[in-house]
C-alpha cells in the first residue's frame, strides 16, 4: 500500500512538472519590458539618457526622410517648434538601443499603393542599415495606420517584427508579429507597471510601452519629464524581468517556437 502511495505521489509530481514553463526568458526571467519609441525626435536624446541612465533599452522606429526637418505643428503641444535628429548623430545617440524602421516619411500605410509602400520601406531600410551596420528588424506603423497589404509588405521586406498603437492593456505574448498590439502608452503605463511588477508568471509575458519622446515636453498630467523618469525607474532593475529591444524579444520567441 505504502508503495501505491509512492508511485501515485511520484506519478502526480511528473503531471506537475510537464506543466512548468519549459522556457524563461535568455536571464531566467518569465518577465520582459520593451520600450518602443517613435519618430526620432530631438528629444530622444533625453529619453536615451534616463534609459542608459537606468539600463533599459528602448527601440527607436525613425523615419529617415524628416532627418534635421522642422515639426512646426508641435509648438502647439509643447510651446516650441519641434524638430528631428540629424542623420549624423545617429549612431552615437541610440548606440545600445535599438535602431528601427517607422518608414521613409511617415505616410499613413492604410489603403496606400504597392509602389508607396515598397518604397517607404525600401528606402528607410537603405538609409538606417548602414548606419546600424545591420538590417533593421523592427517596424511601428506611421500614425497607428495599416492594412493586410501593408502587414505582408512589411513582413516581405525582411522587417521581423510591426507594432500598432492598439493597447491590449495586458501582458500576453503578441500572436501575429505583424500586428504587435503594445501594452499601453506610457500616459496610461504607471499601474500596469506596479501590476506587472507584482506578478509573479509562470509563463512568458511581456510589457511593451510606446510613445513619443516630444509628448514629455507636453507638461501635463503624465507626460512630462518627472512621470518619465519616475516610471522608467519605478519598472528599472528587477532581476526578474528582462530589459530587451523588439527585435531581440521576436528573435527569442521565434527561436523557441517549436
Ligand atoms: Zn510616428
Known amino acids: ?47 536615451v539618457e534616463l534609459f542608459n541612465q537606468y539600463h533599459v533599452v528602448g527601440t527607436f522606429n ?27 548623430e545617429i549612431k552615437s545617440l541610440y548606440k545600445g538601443h535599438e535602431i528601427a524602421s ?33 538590417p533593421l528588424k523592427s517596424f511601428a506603423y506611421p500614425l497607428g495606420s495599416y492594412d493586410n497589404a501593408a502587414m505582408q509588405l512589411v513582413k516581405q ?8 498603437t492598439n493597447d491590449t492593456l495586458d501582458f500576453e505574448l503578441p500572436k501575429n508579429h505583424m500586428e504587435w498590439n503594445p501594452t499601453v502608452h506610457h500616459e496610461k503605463a504607471m499601474p500596469l507597471v506596479k501590476q506587472y511588477i507584482a506578478l509573479k508568471s509562470e509563463k512568458l509575458t511581456v510589457m511593451m510601452i510606446w510613445g513619443h519622446a516630444w509628448e514629455f515636453d507636453k507638461n501635463t498630467k503624465n507626460n512630462n519629464w518627472d512621470y518619465a523618469e519616475k516610471l522608467i525607474r519605478t519598472v528599472s532593475n528587477k532581476d526578474d524581468i528582462w530589459y530587451v529591444s523588439a527585435a531581440e524579444f521576436i528573435q527569442f520567441l521565434e527561436s523557441i517556437k517549436q
Open 157 to 164: 521586406a525582411g522587417l521581423t517584427n510591426a507594432r500598432t
Open 1 to 47: 500500500m505504502k508503495y501505491i502511495f509512492i508511485l501515485y505521489f511520484l506519478a502526480i509530481n511528473l503531471c506537475l512538472a510537464d506543466e512548468k514553463p519549459i522556457h524563461s526568458y535568455p536571464n531566467g526571467a518569465t518577465k520582459a519590458v520593451i520600450f518602443s519609441y517613435d519618430d526620432g525626435v530631438i528629444q530622444d536624446r533625453k529619453l
Open 102 to 134: 517607422h518608414s521613409y516619411s511617415h505616410p499613413g500605410f492604410a489603403g496606400l499603393n504597392e509602389a508607396e509602400l515598397k518604397f517607404q520601406l525600401s528606402r528607410d531600410q537603405q538609409i538606417l542599415a548602414p548606419i546600424k551596420g545591420s
Open 62 to 88: 525613425l523615419n529617415s526622410g524628416l532627418f534635421g526637418k522642422k515639426l512646426p505643428w508641435m509648438e502647439a503641444f509643447t510651446g516650441k517648434q519641434g524638430e528631428y535628429i540629424n542623420l549624423d
